[in-house]
């Protein structure tokens, strides 16, 4: 078992990344059903926070079914991130985490999220600030270093544990890497490996499969992975990986039953989060990923994304699950999107 302060977590457990527009509620949801161990939100502005902006205070929700459950701030001013830590605390999430890691010139250049790692000394700062003012456990998530001349995660880790930090969570990348090439774990290994260091390390970066999981459990010795852009569209990925690693045998992949089932629960939820237009709207983009892998589905993918009632909605897939009764899927490679400059983090 793995312990991040007083939350408990299985033998290495499956974290789902935090995604900007990705990982909202009605998608942890998916998640969660299929195994995820903790979960995030995704980033959220401290200076949006403080203003009380409406998006910002809307990416606070989270719900008791979800727990453990972490609130992911970012920003670059002492003082905001502090009191956006109070306001985090207020809504009452099992962690809060801290954003060291995002790549993108608004803010990186502003000096937050990855822009951060050119400082050490401000990071320590803008983190001790942010432990004083909570009482939740705080945690996080960063990259190797800026550039490959300056990867200095091993120091970075080492004074963060010092302010307090109860678990980091390190992406195999630096800054301007964004997210080209693989991701190098060997640095994270040293970071786990070095005795000084006792709170959990968890490894980011390019899991796409069951056993790339298990090779790189065994090979980097990490407490446990974090996962991004293999959930988007596949939320199985987190039971594959806990079957594979207790039996050392692939699971099955999910049956068209199952995937209409999780379309149709994320589209509830989505529902139930955003309202009936902005939820029926926001579902659109996740029903090629629930249905690929089906024959000839273009017809009814094109129907799913213009129809306006969730009843509709529900009336199609009912539709792609009795014409497709028994079809059974084959697993295809998880295909990892570069998000390069387009990338929001
Ligand atoms: C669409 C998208 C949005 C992201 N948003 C965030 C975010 O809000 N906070 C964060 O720390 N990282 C964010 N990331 C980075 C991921 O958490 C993760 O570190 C990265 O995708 C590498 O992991 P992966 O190879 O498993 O995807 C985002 C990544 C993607 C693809």
């Not at 995820?36 to 990416?59: C, H, N, P, V, W």
């Not at 905001?80 to 207020?90: D, N, Q, Y």
């Not at 529902?271 to 690929?292: D, Q, S, T, V």
Request: glycine residues 6%.
């Amino acid at each position: 078992m793995v312990k991040i302060d007083q939350i408990t977590l299985p033998d290495f457990p499956l974290l789902l990344a935090p995604m900007e527009d990705v990982s909202d509620p009605p998608f942890r949801a998916v998640c969660k059903d299929n195994g995820a161990d903790l979960m995030y939100t995704e980033f959220i502005s401290s200076e949006g926070l403080i203003r009380d902006a409406i998006k910002s205070r809307q990416k606070l929700d989270i719900f008791d079914y979800e727990r453990p459950v972490g609130i992911q701030i970012f920003g670059g001013d002492e003082e905001a991130l502090a009191l956006s830590a109070r306001i985090v605390e207020a809504v009452n999430p099992d962690l809060l985490d801290i954003n060291f890691g995002c790549p993108v010139k608004k803010v990186a250049m502003k000096g937050a999220g990855a822009g951060v790692l050119k400082d050490v000394d401000l990071m320590v700062r803008l983190t001790a600030a942010v432990v004083k003012s909570t009482t939740l456990p705080v945690t996080v998530k960063t990259r190797l270093g800026w550039d490959d001349n300056s990867k200095n995660i091993e120091e970075v880790a080492e004074r963060l544990q010092d302010c307090g930090i109860k678990a980091l969570a390190i992406h195999g990348r630096t800054r301007a890497q964004m997210y080209k090439g693989e991701a190098d774990w060997t640095l994270i290994a040293k970071v786990k490996n070095n005795p000084r260091i006792h709170i959990p390390v968890f490894g980011n970066g390019d899991i796409d499969s069951p056993q790339k999981a298990a090779d790189y459990k065994n090979r980097y010795g990490v407490d446990g992975i974090m996962i991004g852009r293999a959930a988007i569209g596949y939320p199985w990925i987190f039971r594959e990986i806990r079957h594979y690693l207790n039996t050392g045998e692939l699971l099955a992949p999910p049956t068209l039953e199952e995937r209409v089932e999780v379309a149709r629960k994320h589209l509830r939820k989505s529902l139930e989060w955003k309202g009936p237009i902005a939820g029926i709207n926001e579902m659109r983009r996740h029903y090629a990923n629930y249905l690929k892998g089906l024959p000839n589905i273009k017809e009814y993918r094109n129907r799913l994304v213009t129809l306006k009632t969730m009843e509709e909605v529900e009336e199609v897939l009912d539709e792609v699950k009795e014409k497709y009764n028994g079809f059974v899927i084959e697993r295809t490679a998880i295909e990892l999107i570069n998000y390069h400059e387009k990338c929001p983090v």
